[in-house]
Structure formats: C-alpha cells, structure tokens
C-alpha cells in the first residue's frame, strides 16, 4: 500500500461510499468523452503494491478456481481501487479515462457495475483580436455533463465477458427550432461494447469506446471546454479574415484522429485487441470501420463515405514513470464507386487519409508530485479523383507539443499548470506567395482543485490562449488573437 493510499483512507469522511458494504467491489473504468474521466477499478482477487524505493509493481494471486459467480449489484465509486500507482489520487492521471491500458474486470465475480459523472463549468470567456475591422467577444457560461454507466460482467476464473452503455444527458437545452447549438441533443450514448478476455492476458473489444490516451493535458483543457478551444475567430467577421474559407485556430493534435469515439454516424464501430505481455508492457491494437451512411443524399449533394484505419498504442508502465507511444491510420473513401452502368468497373475515387504519431512521458512522484511531457504530429490528405490536393486548405500538417505538472498542496488540494504549442500549415498557395497559410496556438492554464469531504470535486481553472493567423494571400497582414478565461467545475463521481 502506497503512502498516498494511506493517507487518504485516513481522510476521506464517512459518507455514503463508507456506508454501503459493497464498496469493497472493484471500481468501472470510465470510458467517458475525450478525456473525460471516470472511476477506476481492478479486481480484488489480484493484489498489486507499489514499491515506494522503485515504484515496481508486484502482482500475487490470481481468481480461484472456485471463486463465487453469485450476480451482485455493485457501486464503482472512486474509492474501489486500492492498487497501482496510476497518479496522484484526485489528480488528473488518476483520473485518466482509459486508466492507463488496464483491464477491471470487476472484483473478478459475476455482477452488475453501476457508475456515473457529474460536472457543471461556471465561467466567463474573453478574446481580443488586434485589428480594428473585427469585434472582440466576450461572454459567461455554463457547460455540464451527466453520465450514468452500467457494467455488467460474467467472470470464469481468468475468463471474462462484459458489457457497458453509457447514458449523458447534457446541460445544453433549447426550445427553439432554429437553435442547433446543442449539436449533441438531450440524451446521448457515449461508451457501448462487449469485451472478452482473460484476466491480465488479453482481451478483444468492439463497440463504441476511445483508444488508450497517449497524448495528457494535465488539470485544465479537458473536453467541451472553452479553453480547449482557444483564441479563434469563431465567425468573426474581417477584411483580415478575408480568405476562403476563412482562417481558424488549429486544433490541437494529440493522436486522436481514432482516438475519440466514432462520430461519422451510421454504422462506424471500434474493435481493439488488448494484450498485456508483463506487469510492465501492454499493447492496443484497435481498428476503424463502417459507413457514414447508405446512400448518396441528391438532395444535399452528399456522398456515403467508407472509414478504414488502425491505430497500434503501447504503454510501458512501472508505476512511477510512464511511457506512451502510437501511431493511427485512416481513409475515408465514397461507398458508390461504379461507373457507367457496370457493377465491375471502378474508376479511382477521391479520399481522405488520416495519419499520425505521438509519444509521452509521465512521472509520478506519489503523494507529491506528477509531471509530463508530450509531442504528436498528424497529417490529412483530402486528394480527387488524379491525386490532387482539393481543395488545397483541406490537406494540412499539425504538430503539437506540451506538459504538465501537478502538485499536492495538502491532502486534498492540489494545484496543476500546463501548457500546449499547436501550429498547422496547410497546402493552400496563393498567387504570387511563397508561404502556405500558416496558424499557430499557444494555450496554458493554471488549476486548484480541493476535494470536498472526500466527494466533491471543487476545480477553478484559469486559462489563456494566443493564437497567429498568418494568410497565404499576400494582401492580406498577419494577425493575433488573445483568449483570457477562468471557470469553477464542480464533479461528483460515483
């Protein structure tokens, strides 16, 4: 047992978590939105101890033969994993969403996990543009996400099945027709699949689910965040934005073109292996597949398309120093292909191709300290019919690279800082330039986040963006945008 996990068995209240016996039962990890996190569990029939001189991880029994598959109904609250060092408890690789590539079969018994998230961001957002032809924003809000989560399981000595659906409802509402800010709706899915496996050897997976996260932000710029957006023009209208289409802020690039869940519609799906070669060494291969739709949409003028790609990620894990690496693949290519009449003849299609790599490194100095750093470049190609970059704007190189560090206060706070370098150069030259369009971001953030009675999640982040915006189009000056933002996030996990 780390001294980390001691400490907070001696701090946290005694609540509703204490009060239920079922607590001992092994927590669900969650695969929530991109980087949006969740509880964690392991099973109890494996016990895993950090060595605090060398931060090895040392693992003793396995499931019995004879274990009890009785059906349970369990709470996987936050509390349910005693084991490895996975980060500061309360931090954010603590809370990291994919728990680092391990498995939680759920205390290694047949049951019914039940689980879920709560957050609500209240804030207030700025953006300075220097140019005198384009109107600043300012604006308050308030953003929030509510997750309830079912897992249920079927274990066999190492054997296991599982299942997990995952049911948001979001804070955005509206009661007009013509509003459709809330893109997402009233209730959404985030995670649904089926896993198979045996316990810390292997396991397939398909359904809808994120990959393993290679690429940490630290305490701030978590999903659906302003911040995580930062200082873009969002509209704006100028002479200085003047390009068609007109300039945007790069999105940071973290391998996460296959990362993040399916979103492309009809019938796209995940499917990952997941192997687990020592305590130490994991590995993910996962693919991509399906179709966004059926059919070409006359109407619109909008053509069914069909994904395929592949993303392998490995970790290598000692408890107290992480290292991530991967690499994804994907094409988007039309599903009607034939030409002039003949089911047997294709001509060559137009596409879109997807590709990256990425790599981190992360330190966990438990209960004090946790820091990382990391790197990923990616690169679309949307080509015609010959080859062709069209439109040109649409074929682009985005690099990225940042770090983070978060630092225990007190038992319960910590603080957390971090920041992220995006530039993306894209294949439009305008007549007479030598230069592409060219846009880069430098965002950080500064975060204290205390642990309400052991239950409450109290978070202010402060963030700040500056992104340049420098046109291929020589009659066009370069220009710069400034983001200033702060929110308090309240969390509750259960």
């Not at 609540?15 to 569990?41: D, F, N, S």
Request: aromatic share 10%.
């Amino acid at each position: 047992m780390t001294q980390a996990h001691s400490w907070l068995r001696k701090s946290r209240s005694s609540g509703a978590l204490a009060a239920v016996p079922w607590l001992l039962a092994l927590g669900g990890a969650a695969q929530a939105a991109p980087e949006e996190p969740g509880p964690t569990a392991e099973p109890a029939a494996q016990s895993t101890e950090v060595e605090p001189s060398a931060g090895t991880v040392t693992t003793s029994a396995q499931p019995t033969a004879n274990q009890d598959t009785a059906s349970s109904i369990e709470h996987l609250g936050p509390e349910t994993f005693p084991g490895r060092s996975r980060g500061l408890y309360g931090g954010s690789l603590w809370l990291e969403p994919s728990f680092h590539g391990l498995q939680w079969p759920q205390n290694a018994r047949t049951g019914l996990g039940l689980s879920g998230q709560f957050w609500v961001d209240s804030g207030y957002e700025t953006i300075r543009r220097d140019v005198a032809d384009v109107a600043n924003s300012t604006m308050y809000f308030q953003q929030g996400r509510g997750l309830l989560r079912v897992t249920p399981a079927y274990v066999r000595d190492r054997f296991f099945v599982q299942g997990q659906a995952e049911l948001v409802g979001n804070l955005c509402q509206t009661a007009s027709t013509t509003n459709n800010v809330c893109s997402t709706g009233t209730f959404s899915t985030d995670d649904l699949w089926i896993r198979v496996g045996q316990w810390n050897r292997w396991d397939v997976k398909v359904g809808r689910f994120e990959g393993w996260e290679i690429y940490h932000l630290g305490m701030g710029m978590e999903s659906y965040t302003f911040e995580r957006l930062g200082a873009g023009m969002f509209g704006a209208a100028s002479i200085r934005n003047a390009p068609n289409p007109p300039l945007e802020v790069p999105s940071l690039y973290a391998v996460n073109y296959l990362h993040d869940r399916p979103t492309n519609g009809l019938a796209v799906g995940n499917a990952a292996l997941h192997a687990y070669v020592t305590d130490y060494f994991r590995f993910e291969l996962l693919a991509r597949f399906g179709a966004d739709n059926y059919q070409a949409n006359r109407a619109t003028g909008s053509s069914a398309a069909t994904y395929l790609g592949g993303r392998p990620t490995a970790i290598f894990d000692i408890g107290w120093f992480k290292f991530k690496i991967g690499g994804e693949y994907q094409k988007r290519t039309p599903v009607m292909q034939a030409v002039g009449g003949d089911p047997l003849k294709k001509d060559p299609v137009e596409g879109t191709v997807q590709k990256g790599l990425g790599a981190s490194v992360q330190f966990v100095l438990d209960p004090t300290v946790e820091f990382g750093l990391n790197a990923a470049i990616g690169r679309q190609e949307q080509t015609d019919t010959m080859g062709n970059p069209v439109p040109p704007e649409n074929s682009y190189t985005t690099k990225s690279v940042g770090g983070f560090a978060n630092l225990r206060l007190a038992d319960l706070l910590l603080a957390g800082v971090g920041a992220n370098w995006t530039e993306q150069l894209d294949s439009l030259l305008a007549t007479g330039s030598h230069t592409n369009d060219y846009t880069s971001q430098l965002q950080g953030f500064a975060a204290i986040q205390y642990l309400l009675a052991g239950q409450l999640y109290i978070k202010l982040v402060l963030g700040y963006a500056r992104a340049k915006f420098q046109p291929s189009d020589l009659g066009i000056d370069v220009w710069n945008n400034a983001m200033y933002s702060g929110r308090v996030r309240l969390m509750y996990l259960y």
